[in-house]
């Protein structure tokens, strides 16, 4: 699949098969993640692969919109440590760039992936902290969901919006 493409075509894919993604593939849509770009190359991020049902399963009792999880192959959740950040809260927009770009990897492949988000949400921050035993300096910014989809969509929405599209100035 061409980049372009595959940028264009990339759904959030929800209903999943319960097969296994192999353990290859999930440490290379990782390592896609670690190449986003962050600021001033600091990289903020580290990466908890999850495939344990019950952590899974908790998960799902904390987050109103993470009910996928329960046939998902895996999980990723993407952290950002405040002790490399390049400034405060840039962990933030480091470990979104390593969200989509994990989104992206998985969409390569043929998988399903879909974004949960963690962050802004006071209550999600503090419960994924708790199931996932975070150290202080560590956020949690996204989950992603993995599996092997049970369909992917073929229609192409048309989300080309030229009304927002200004040049050099507003």
């Known amino acids: 699949m061409e980049l372009y493409e595959g ?18 593939k999930i440490l290379a849509i990782v390592k896609a993640g670690m190449y986003a770009p962050s600021a001033n190359n ?10 344990d049902r019950e952590i899974l ?4 009792e904390v987050h109103p919109y993470a009910s996928m999880l ?9 952290c950002g440590d405040d002790s490399l950040q390049n400034g405060v809260d840039y962990y933030k927009l480091d470990c979104s760039n390593a969200s989509q770009n994990i989104l992206l990897a998985a969409h ?3 998988l399903g992936a879909v974004w949960l988000a963690v ?11 708790r199931i996932l035993g975070l150290p202080d300096h560590i956020h949690p910014v996204s989950i992603i969901s993995l599996g092997v989809p049970v369909a992917i969509p073929n229609h192409l929405p048309d989300r080309y919006e030229e009304a927002k599209i200004r040049m050099n100035r507003w």
């Open 119 to 129: 962050e802004p949400r006071t209550e999600r921050i503090d419960a994924i902290v």
């Open 7 to 24: 940028l264009l075509t990339r759904r959030s894919i929800r209903k999943y098969t319960g097969g296994k993604i192999e353990t290859d």
């Open 108 to 110: 390569s492949m043929g």
């Open 42 to 51: 600091k990289r903020p991020w580290h990466f908890i692969i999850i495939d």
């Open 70 to 78: 329960a046939e998902a192959s895996h999980a990723i959740a993407v």
């Open 57 to 60: 399963k908790k998960i799902m």
